[in-house]
C-alpha cells in the first residue's frame, strides 16, 4: 500500500503564501504523475495543479500564474506553492498520486491514491 501525507496547510491573510508538501510512504514501485486537488464545502473536488514524471505540469484555470506544482521524483514528494492567496482559494487541499505496478514489461496495474487533505484557509 501507498500512502500520501500532505503538510504545510494553514490560516494566512489575503495576499499571502502558503507552500504545501505531499510525502508518498509504503510499498512504491512507480509513481507516475503527482497533483494537487482542492474541495471547498458543496463544491466538487477540482484540480489544483498536477505534474508528469518527466516534470511537465498544468493547473487549474483559476490559478493564473500564482501556483506552482514542483516533484522530487527520487524521494517521492510534491511540492504547491502558492502565492497571492485569495479568500476563494479557502478549501482543503488533497494530494494524489497515480502508483503504477509494472508486472510484465512495460504492462502495469495503476492505482489512483490520495492523501487526507490539509486545510488551508485564507481569511483577514
Known amino acids: 500500500q501507498v500512502q500520501l501525507v500532505e503538510s504545510g496547510g494553514g490560516l494566512v491573510q489575503p495576499g499571502g503564501s502558503l507552500t504545501l508538501s505531499c510525502a508518498a510512504s509504503?510499498?512504491?514501485?512507480?509513481?507516475?504523475?503527482m497533483g494537487w486537488y482542492r474541495q471547498s464545502p458543496g463544491m466538487q473536488r477540482e484540480l489544483v495543479a498536477r505534474?508528469?514524471?518527466?516534470?511537465?505540469?498544468n493547473y487549474g484555470d483559476f490559478v493564473k500564474g500564482r501556483f506552482t506544482i514542483s516533484r522530487d521524483t527520487a524521494n517521492n514528494m510534491a511540492y504547491l506553492q502558492m502565492n497571492n492567496l485569495k479568500p476563494e482559494d479557502t478549501a482543503v487541499y488533497f494530494c494524489?498520486?497515480?502508483?503504477?505496478?509494472?508486472?510484465?514489461?512495460?504492462?502495469?496495474?495503476?492505482?489512483?491514491?490520495w492523501g487526507q487533505g490539509t486545510q488551508v484557509t485564507v481569511s483577514a
Open positions: 494524489y498520486a497515480e502508483h503504477r505496478t509494472y508486472y510484465s514489461g512495460a504492462r502495469y496495474y495503476a492505482d489512483d491514491v
Open positions: 505534474i508528469s514524471i518527466g516534470a511537465s505540469a
Open positions: 509504503g510499498k512504491i514501485f512507480s509513481i507516475n504523475s
